[in-house]
């Protein structure tokens, strides 16, 4: 009888410890070059803003940054749109994530990865690229994207799997993981997002990734 019951707790933490995703948010710096100039374009920093705090929870999530034009991004995975809404004015943008905006044409996986530290201060805050346990990196007919990613933050990728938009399901489907670094290379620019330091994991009211009321919603054609 002890041998069961002892066999059953050991199933039972197993299962809870299997179902464990990050829930929470992550701060990054994000910064924008022009590749033929190589240096930093202002403008779209002051627009989308220089930084972003990314909050997820099962199968939504909500970035929301420090730009002048952009507001806040919102990602429900029960309609798989990303409702965007910018300063300008009360309406609220949806775009069908199911749409591959940028074909892949192959994708790469490295595996112990070893990038540089990097001593840039931003606000007091320290920018760290430590060894990261993997790398993807997708070819893409308009340019390239790299994801930088520790297994250990893990989220459910089947929540995520219609989500094509800047290949966003492709990434989580294949990591099962959250990435510490974004870089996108595409159309003559590169879209760099780094996280700060560690996650941050918390919990998260529902309410936090709810539409908010009395706004208009059209539909953005890509």
């Not at 929301?64 to 009360?90: A, F």
């Not at 492709?170 to 700060?196: R, W």
Request: aromatic letters at 18%; proline letters at 1%; charged letters at 25%.
């Amino acid at each position: 009888m002890k041998r069961f019951i002892l066999f059953a707790f050991l199933f039972s933490l197993f299962n809870f410890t299997k179902a464990q995703y990050f829930v929470g948010k992550i701060i990054y710096s994000v910064s924008y070059h022009n590749n033929k100039t190589k240096k930093a374009d202002t403008s779209l920093s002051l627009g989308l803003g220089s930084e972003e705090t990314f909050y997820i929870k099962n199968g939504d999530y909500l970035i929301k940054g420090n730009g002048s034009s952009k507001e806040w991004s919102l990602y429900k995975s029960s309609t798989n749109r990303i409702y965007e809404k910018y300063s300008r004015n009360d309406t609220v943008y949806a775009i069908d994530a199911g749409i591959n905006n940028n074909t892949i044409r192959y994708k790469y996986h490295y595996k112990n990865v070893t990038s540089k530290k990097s001593e840039d201060t931003i606000k007091g805050k320290i920018k760290w690229i430590e060894l990261h346990d993997r790398e993807y990196v997708f070819d893409t007919e308009n340019g390239v994207e790299y994801f930088y990613y520790f297994k250990k933050y893990k989220i459910n990728a089947k929540l995520f799997s219609q989500h094509k938009y800047w290949h966003w399901g492709d990434f989580v489907t294949l990591s099962n993981s959250i990435p510490h670094i974004i870089i996108f290379q595409v159309d003559g620019y590169t879209c760099e997002k780094m996280a700060y330091d560690d996650f941050i994991s918390e919990k998260l009211d529902d309410s936090l990734f709810d539409l908010p009321k009395n706004l208009l919603i059209k539909e953005k054609k890509l």
